[in-house]
């Protein structure tokens, strides 16, 4: 998922003109099967590491919810210092990003009685906003073109609504059909398959392509953790979450570190112009 269409390439227009001062390079990582794969292990360590930080730290549901969000507040500014994508950084904060956006969506269910139809909708239209002035603003949702604060920070509001969002839906999707664990993976990766089908053989939209599947990846990971984490009783295979967001944080660990040496996902600032998501 990463051609591009006409329609979906790089601005340059008034709109990104006024978004700032435009950086040389591009903030976030080349779309690769390492980027797929990464975002998958982290969506699984956002639903293991939450169940786990709940259960071991005693501090209650909100209380872990407060300090995982300002741990994520400091590897966001972080972030947003530094001059080009780097990988540690990056994926340090998309894995607290899958941390915090399960725990918003399991505050509102379990903490506020909130439906998961509710929630699910509120997320799906608070993304649709942030992608509304997103593109408004800068006539473009390519990551490919994260190259100003403003784009940065609309790209990062966008991953925690979709973390957010899809953590909702999963749930929901789940407790509806009544699938299993193994069998929602199974579902939610066919339907990314179908989004990948779409795009190569109908020519879906690929910045849509890409969000769409963005989202699909945090149910999908979430299924396989919980498969793997919970109980033998309860449809999982009883690792828990412990061994199992050690396990995927180990690889996570390995996998960013040979993208750190190799530089296999770094957008050069000459490759940049003419491509989306």
Aim: glycine share 8%.
């Amino acid at each position: 998922m990463t051609s591009e269409t006409p329609e979906t390439s790089t601005a340059r227009g008034p709109a990104a003109a006024s978004s700032g001062h435009r950086l040389r390079w591009n903030k976030v990582p080349e779309v690769t099967v390492y980027f797929w794969v990464i975002k998958v292990l982290c969506t699984t360590v956002g639903e293991t590491a939450a169940d786990m930080l709940n259960e071991k730290l005693g501090l209650g549901l909100t209380g872990v919810s407060l300090l995982m969000s300002m741990v994520l507040a400091v590897v966001l500014v972080v972030q947003f210092r530094t001059a080009a994508y780097r990988p540690g950084v990056y994926w340090l904060a998309v894995a607290l990003i899958s941390i915090v956006g399960t725990l918003i969506s399991d505050n509102l269910t379990d903490n506020m009685g909130v439906p998961l139809t509710t929630s699910t909708t509120v997320f799906a239209v608070v993304l649709a906003i942030v992608f509304t002035v997103w593109y408004r603003r800068e006539r473009t949702l390519s990551i490919h073109s994260i190259d100003s604060l403003s784009r940065e920070s609309f790209y990062w509001l966008a991953v925690l609504f979709t973390f957010a969002l899809g953590t909702a839906a999963g749930d929901l999707v789940a407790e509806r059909m009544d699938l299993g664990y193994w069998l929602s993976a199974v579902l939610f990766a066919l339907v990314i398959v179908a989004v990948a089908v779409a795009r190569f053989t109908l020519d879906l939209n690929a910045v849509w392509s890409f969000w769409i599947a963005y989202v699909l990846t945090r149910p999908l990971g979430a299924s396989v953790g919980d498969y793997l984490s919970q109980p033998t009783g309860a449809g999982g295979l009883g690792l828990g979450t412990v061994v199992t967001s050690v396990l995927f944080l180990a690889v996570i660990l390995g996998l960013v570190a040979y993208l750190a040496v190799t530089r296999k996902d770094v957008i050069e600032p000459e490759r940049l112009g003419g491509r989306a998501a």
